[in-house]
T-cell receptor
Framework: AQSVTQLGSHVSVSEGALVLLRCNYS??????LFWYVQYPNQGLQLLLK??????LVKGINGFEAEFKKSETSFHLTKPSAHMSDAAEYFC?????????????FGTGTRLQVTL | GAVVSQHPSWVICKSGTSVKIECRSL??????MFWYRQFPKQSLMLMAT?????????EQGVEKDKFLINHASLTLSTLTVTSAHPEDSSFYIC?????????FGSGTRLTVV
């Protein structure tokens, strides 16, 4: 079974400050890991994904995440927060066994960006 | 890029009626689609996996007779909430699987009154 744990259901940062959203995973097989963003009453948009290539993954909107096997972590970062980054962020894991692989989501982290 | 269209975006229905939600992959074929349910301020819970031309696979605890899923073509999967009750009110999201990843619909807000 696979799972992800997102530490901190709510994170607040000032505009221009570093964003760090934490995600730890558990998987019995090499995982595929994802970060998604969700704006109110909308679906999910892929920020980035790790698929066993480079451990540092760069995504859209200036976000990046680093896969650390020794720490079973896949934390999401952005050097400088923007007001438009305020949203819900979900970490997810799949077992990469094909297109029928299920995604298991974390409980989400709401990012608040203040002036 | 890959686009998944989900309709309607919101619907209000009376208790006891049925509601159908459509999920279409617009520019690619999706052999597999997933249906999720999301309660306010919570994560997405997988309800079922929909495979084109075969019966859907439901997650434990999901009533297959209440949440009917049909995946009759490679571009369309539907979720029908039958005999809806207020506790079925939720945000429903579909996702289509491709080799390159997953594309999500924009979600459907269902309110049963």
């Amino acid at each position: 079974a696979q799972s992800v744990t997102q530490l901190g259901s709510h994170v607040s940062v000032s505009e221009g400050a570093l964003v760090l959203l934490r995600c730890n995973y558990s998987s019995s097989v090499p995982p595929y890991l994802f970060w998604y963003v969700q704006y109110p009453n909308q679906g999910l948009q892929l920020l980035l994904k790790y698929t066993s290539a480079a451990t540092l993954v760069k995504g859209i909107n200036g976000f990046e995440a680093e896969f650390k096997k020794s720490e079973t972590s896949f934390h999401l970062t952005k050097p400088s927060a923007h007001m438009s980054d305020a949203a819900e962020y979900f970490c997810a894991v799949s077992d990469n066994t094909g297109t029928a692989s299920k995604l298991t989501f974390g409980t989400g982290t709401r990012l608040q960006v203040t002036l | 890029g890959a686009v998944v269209s989900q309709h309607p975006s919101w619907v209000i229905c009376k208790s006891g009626t049925s509601v159908k939600i459509e999920c279409r992959s617009l520019d690619f074929q999706a052999t597999t689609m997933f249906w999720y349910r999301q309660f306010p301020k919570q994560s997405l819970m997988l309800m079922a996996t929909s495979n084109e031309g075969s019966k859907a696979t439901y997650e434990q605890g999901v009533e297959k007779d209440k949440f009917l899923i049909n995946h009759a073509s490679l571009t369309l999967s539907t979720l029908t909430v039958t005999s809806a009750h207020p506790e079925d009110s939720s945000f429903y999201i579909c996702s289509a699987a491709r080799v390159s990843g997953y594309t999500f619909g924009s979600g459907t807000r269902l309110t049963v009154v």
